[in-house]
């Protein structure tokens, strides 16, 4: 399959779960009060980094893996992941105090979040075999069920904990039925050896870095929200909250493009000449999208951002800035993917390292004294120096072969 086919199927899809994200969104924040949002952003700041840290990337790994008995092993030791980082979430629910009270939410938000990132890398399965289709199919199936809930479960029961609930219920339900029946795939989830851990101190040690990577990835983007909850106000950390889901459908483009092609990027690993124009490619169309957004946003951005109740004077300067740090970052990820191809996870986490390192640097400076414009200056500078040391160990790696 040519590789402009596999992106097409990859935005196709994503096009439509970002229609029924967009909407559930929308459906939330003007049926609700302002603290309600703001309290499900702040529960996913605490909880993504954690769930970033289990999944270890599992998705990839099974796309890209050579040994298929392999890939059993790596979806049961995912599932595994879940039970043994439960206790870090129970503590960290029990001892954080918020302005906006998350508690309780904190767990169910946990299990949603975890069980999702679980289908996640069980998609790896259909990637292996360039099935887009599936891996849409699958994707719409699942986030169908925030629209029903934020849409109707929300305003009918009051409760966002008993909507969350619903809502895990919901993606259970889609997983067993489509991923695992209909798509039949029930040999490749054996309950009976969840709680044998034999092998699962061996995956850990061996796989951790990555589990280390997706942590530092998502601290980037939680850390800043902490102290904007913490310093500023919770009508801030909902106007990010909302910044961060235009952002999340404006990057559609950059995650359909990276992982439909990554089966085709490991296929080119070993082609130096063809892998860098396979990169090209892609970076090229990264810069023409950025470019053709930025002009779009500028024009309309005002426009989106009221549909979501947010009028504030600063919101396209940030919006701006947080366009550009993801058009670094996912440039970076593409010339450092070579590195996760050939599971050279060290490398992947010095380059990560320096990204979180700047953000932890400058996150409490740029929010006491930027205030409003700080989310989008730490996101813009942390993705800046990722993508600068990545090209420095790009060269240094090139000239020594």
């Known amino acids: 399959m040519k590789y402009k086919e596999l992106v097409l199927r990859g935005y196709t899809g994503d096009l439509v779960v970002l229609v029924f ?24 700041t605490l909880v993504n980094p954690i769930v970033g840290f289990t999944s270890m990337s599992m998705d990839s790994i099974i796309a890209t893996e050579k040994e298929f008995h392999k890939v059993k092993l790596f979806l049961i030791f995912r599932l595994r992941n879940i039970l043994i980082f439960l206790p870090i979430i129970l503590m960290i629910n029990f001892f954080y105090e918020s302005n906006a009270s998350p508690w309780f939410l904190l767990t169910i938000a946990y299990f949603l979040k975890s069980f999702e990132s679980f289908v996640v890398s069980f998609r790896g399965l259909y990637y292996r075999e360039k099935l887009i289709s599936k891996v849409n199919l699958s994707k719409i199936f699942g986030k169908f069920g925030y629209l029903i809930g934020f849409g109707y479960f929300l305003q009918e029961l009051d409760s966002l904990s008993l909507t969350l609930l619903i809502i895990l219920f919901w993606n259970i339900c889609v997983f067993f039925i489509y991923d695992i029946l209909i798509s039949k795939n029930m040999r490749f989830l054996k309950l009976s050896k969840l709680l044998n851990y034999k092998n699962h101190n061996v995956l850990f040690k061996k796989y951790s870095f990555l589990g280390l990577n997706s942590f530092l990835q998502l601290i980037v983007i939680s850390l800043p929200q902490l102290l904007i909850e913490r310093f500023l106000s919770l009508e801030i950390l909902s106007f990010v909250g909302i910044v961060m889901l235009f952002n ?154």
């Open 21 to 44: 994200q967009a909407v559930s969104i929308f459906l939330f924040i003007n049926n609700n009060p302002n603290y309600l949002y703001a309290s499900w952003v702040l529960v996913l």
């Open 248 to 401: 999340s459908a404006f990057d559609t483009v950059y995650l359909s493009s990276i992982n439909s092609l990554r089966k085709s990027y490991s296929e080119l690993v070993n082609y130096r000449e063809g892998l860098n124009r396979f990169i090209k490619k892609i970076i090229s169309l990264f810069i023409f999208y950025l470019v053709s957004l930025l002009i779009i946003f500028n024009f309309i951005g005002d426009t989106l951002f009221s549909i979501y109740n947010q009028n504030f004077l600063f919101q396209i300067e940030v919006m701006t800035l947080v366009l550009l740090g993801s058009f670094l970052f996912y440039t970076a990820n593409v010339i450092n993917f070579e590195y996760f191809v050939n599971r050279e996870v060290v490398k992947i986490f010095r380059l990560l390292c320096a990204r979180a390192l700047c953000t932890a640097l400058l996150s409490y400076y740029f929010v006491i004294e930027f205030k409003e414009y700080s989310f989008g200056l730490i996101y813009f500078c942390s993705n800046l120096i990722y993508l600068l040391y990545s090209l420095i160990n790009k060269r240094k790696t090139t000239l020594k072969k």
